[in-house]
């Protein structure tokens, strides 16, 4: 058995932070906290970040002074993270639509696109309508009774952010596609993918 301190680690200096940007849904929180454990980061989702300081949900922030208000609120929170280190940073979805929030992340760390599988997606949102109730660009779905109809409304609109949203996940440093793997597998593999980029021959 190795001892403590002859395990990898990643060089602070190549990944002073990581920041996971994928679509709403793809795990992106839960893998985040599974590899901040392997990786002794800390972990700051963006939309938590701003609810504490707002003192209100993201649904109710888009309700009473829009989506625009809101994404001020985002670039706000990621630029007051300048400094940061040694974290895990989550973007909301749609952060990265906005260029001065994705080059802000960028900053801050490599990038990793969480490319979770469309159909996933559908199915984690299908089934847990507390968690579909947390996303205001998907929230109206719950008016949709027939489970027929919310599915193909929640395909069409996911389908249109993924279209938007794809040219910011392709210029990510690292994409990862685990979709049907548990959170701790894929952040295992994460883990030693960037083990792996940090060697001398990809330095």
Same mark, same amino acid.
């Given at each position: 058995?190795?001892?403590? &301190?002859?395990?990898?680690?990643?060089?602070?200096?190549?990944?002073?932070?990581?920041?996971?940007?994928?679509?709403?849904?793809?795990?992106?929180?839960?893998?985040?906290?599974?590899?901040?454990?392997?990786?002794?980061?800390?972990?700051?989702?963006?939309?938590?970040?701003?609810?504490?300081?707002?003192? @209100?949900?993201?649904?109710?922030?888009?309700?009473?002074?829009?989506?625009?208000?809101?994404?001020?609120?985002?670039?706000?929170?990621?630029r007051s993270l300048s400094k940061?280190?040694?974290?895990?940073?989550?973007?909301?979805?749609?952060?990265?639509? =906005?260029?001065?929030?994705?080059?802000?992340?960028?900053?801050?760390?490599?990038?990793?696109?969480?490319?979770?599988?469309? %159909?996933?997606?559908?199915?984690?949102?299908?089934?847990?309508?507390?968690?579909? %109730?947390?996303?205001?660009?998907?929230?109206?779905?719950?008016?949709?009774?027939?489970?027929?109809? @919310?599915?193909?409304?929640?395909?069409? =609109?996911?389908?249109?952010?993924?279209? =938007? =949203?794809?040219?910011? &996940?392709?210029?990510?440093?690292?994409?990862?596609?685990?979709?049907?793997?548990?959170?701790?597998?894929?952040?295992?593999?994460?883990?030693?993918?960037?083990?792996? @980029?940090?060697?001398?021959?990809?330095?």
């Amino acid at each position: 058995m190795k001892k403590y &301190y002859d395990l990898p680690s990643l060089n602070r200096k190549v990944f002073p932070n990581l920041v996971i940007i994928g679509s709403t849904a793809s795990g992106k929180t839960t893998v985040a906290h599974q590899l901040a454990k392997l990786l002794g980061f800390g972990v700051i989702d963006l939309d938590l970040w701003i609810e504490k300081k707002a003192g @209100r949900t993201v649904v109710d922030i888009f309700k009473s002074e829009g989506e625009e208000a809101f994404r001020q609120m985002e670039t706000d929170a990621i630029r007051s993270l300048s400094k940061i280190l040694n974290h895990i940073i989550i973007p909301g979805g749609g952060a990265i639509e =906005r260029d001065e929030n994705w080059e802000l992340l960028k900053e801050l760390g490599q990038t990793l696109w969480l490319a979770t599988p469309q %159909s996933e997606v559908l199915y984690r949102l299908l089934r847990d309508e507390g968690e579909l %109730s947390k996303r205001p660009k998907l929230a109206e779905a719950l008016a949709i009774a027939d489970i027929g109809e @919310r599915r193909r409304f929640l395909e069409t =609109r996911l389908q249109e952010l993924e279209e =938007r =949203r794809l040219p910011r &996940y392709e210029a990510a440093d690292y994409a990862v596609t685990i979709g049907f793997a548990t959170a701790g597998t894929c952040a295992q593999f994460i883990k030693e993918l960037l083990l792996s @980029r940090q060697s001398p021959q990809n330095m």
